[in-house]
């Protein structure tokens, strides 16, 4: 994914989804997984913010190896894109299911007034990262005072947080506009480029003189890979929504233990995807999928206190056009909660 992916979903978008929605370890073994229940498998969709990539290894493996199959469900994933608002689609119920580039989008959204709250974390950590080169490196924030920085438009916000939290006036840096390539920072446009740590394909041209630079250990930790479903299915049908999640859930502990053949799984469903760029970039994907805190609380975990400091950043930084939404509106532990026995305990 490039960072043209972070924090997709502007204002403009945000008032478009109102209404779009107005209208319409393991831990050994998965003891605690409910049966398939009787009756024809029932289609749950899975809409994405993005085109279909890495990011999904975890679901494609899930369903060829029969999880979903488990829960008596059936997964149908639609990509997301530039001109396709995943979000509204969601809220609005056309999609069960959505997964999304950055736990920001999900506030604004609330905050906007759809009915959407976020039930787990996929990746642990954002990788959004700033990179520069050997020669003129940037190791911490306090090295981009006086220089060019080229980042994507709808992630300046994500620059001016970052500066802000390290007490960095925006006037100490400039900030030029970007595609989704490397080129400014080979042709010396810029001192320092963004993107995602995960999208090795567009970062080999960087070679071994690439020096990052985190946005997590720039003091702004945000989520990757939300997922997320609307008020109404959470309430009303809460085992479906469990099911979803415990058999992607599932799906990710399969990754980790089969990294290779989840990419093949995932190279076979599309094929526009390069087989050996994927088995370099899986053990990457793995690591923001699991760490210290998926090891003590399972796949999936976030916690309150986080979620509260992201809305805290965006409120500062004066983001939301309405009051910044309560934090129970954007989040909810109780999926996580019930489906505690499936989700797997690596780290």
Request: charged share 20%; net charge negative; proline share 5%.
């Amino acid at each position: 994914m490039t960072n043209d992916m972070i924090n997709r979903i502007s204002r403009r978008t945000l008032m478009k989804s109102m209404g779009a929605a107005a209208g319409a370890g393991l831990a050994g073994s998965f003891v605690g997984i409910s049966p398939a229940r009787a009756g024809s498998p029932q289609t749950v969709t899975l809409q994405l913010g993005w085109l279909a990539s890495n990011g999904i290894l975890g679901e494609v493996a899930a369903d060829e190896q029969g999880f979903f199959a488990d829960e008596n469900l059936e997964l149908k994933i639609v990509p997301g894109g530039p001109n396709v608002d995943g979000v509204a689609s969601v809220a609005s119920g056309r999609a069960n299911i959505g997964s999304i580039s950055s736990s920001p989008s999900l506030m604004l959204a609330r905050s906007q007034g759809l009915p959407i709250k976020c039930i787990a974390a996929g990746y642990q950590q954002h990788p959004f990262t700033y990179f520069s080169l050997e020669g003129n490196p940037v190791r911490e924030p306090k090295d981009l005072i006086g220089k060019r920085v080229a980042t994507n438009g709808t992630a300046r916000i994500l620059l001016q947080a970052m500066l802000a939290k390290n007490g960095i006036s925006e006037d100490d840096v400039e900030v030029l506009v970007m595609g989704s390539d490397m080129s400014p920072l080979l042709t010396g446009q810029a001192d320092v480029v963004t993107g995602w740590k995960t999208n090795t394909s567009a970062l080999k041209v960087l070679g071994d003189e690439r020096v990052d630079m985190t946005l997590w250990d720039a003091g702004i930790q945000l989520y990757a890979n939300p997922y997320y479903v609307n008020d109404g299915l959470l309430a009303e049908q809460p085992e479906q929504v469990q099911g979803m999640l415990r058999a992607i859930a599932r799906g990710w502990g399969w990754v980790h233990d089969n990294p290779e053949a989840a990419v093949d799984i995932l190279v076979n469903r599309y094929p526009n995807l390069d087989r050996e760029n994927e088995l370099e970039t899986v053990g990457l994907v793995l690591d923001y999928s699991f760490n210290a805190e998926t090891a003590e609380r399972g796949w999936g975990t976030m916690t309150r206190e986080n979620w509260l400091a992201q809305i805290d950043t965006y409120d500062q930084l004066g983001q939301f056009e309405r009051a910044a939404p309560d934090l129970d509106g954007v989040m909810t532990l109780a999926v996580l909660d019930e489906i505690t026995s499936a989700r797997p305990t690596y780290g």
